[in-house]
């Protein structure tokens, strides 16, 4: 059974920084690709980051580039979301997914096939 579990978000002050964790299980990350997306409340889904596991390959949007970093340690099959500078726009639900196609990672959510169920991130002013 696919399964995607997030964890790390929590409540910091801006400027400040989180390292999310999205765990894989019943399923090894090889050459799937991962996406990291989030949903502030009113506002539509966002995709953040993705990376290519057959190549490492990233994206960024520009809303996150030069603060965000997205990277995976095999050895736990777990993919993660280096969050840096944050700010109060930054609050949000962040989830992780997997695009089984794999390549290139994409910041469309229609794309991915498994869903993990979200760590809330807030960022105090």
């Known amino acids: 059974q696919v399964q995607l579990a997030e964890s790390g978000g929590g409540l910091v002050q801006d400027g400040d920084s989180l390292k999310l964790s999205c765990a894989a299980s019943?399923?090894?990350?090889?050459?799937?690709?991962i996406g990291w997306f989030r949903q502030a409340p009113g506002k539509e889904r966002e995709g953040i980051a993705c990376?290519?596991?057959?190549?490492?390959?990233?994206y960024y949007p520009p809303s996150v580039k030069g603060r965000f970093t997205i990277s995976r340690d095999n050895t736990k099959n777990t993919v993660y979301l280096q969050m840096n500078t944050l700010k109060p726009e930054d609050s949000a639900v962040y989830s992780c997914a997997v695009d089984l196609t794999g390549y290139p990672c994409t910041d469309s959510s229609t794309q991915y096939d498994y869903w993990g169920q979200g760590t809330q991130v807030t960022v105090s002013a």
């Open positions: 019943g399923f090894t990350l090889g050459e799937y690709a």
């Open positions: 990376i290519s596991l057959r190549d490492d390959s990233t």
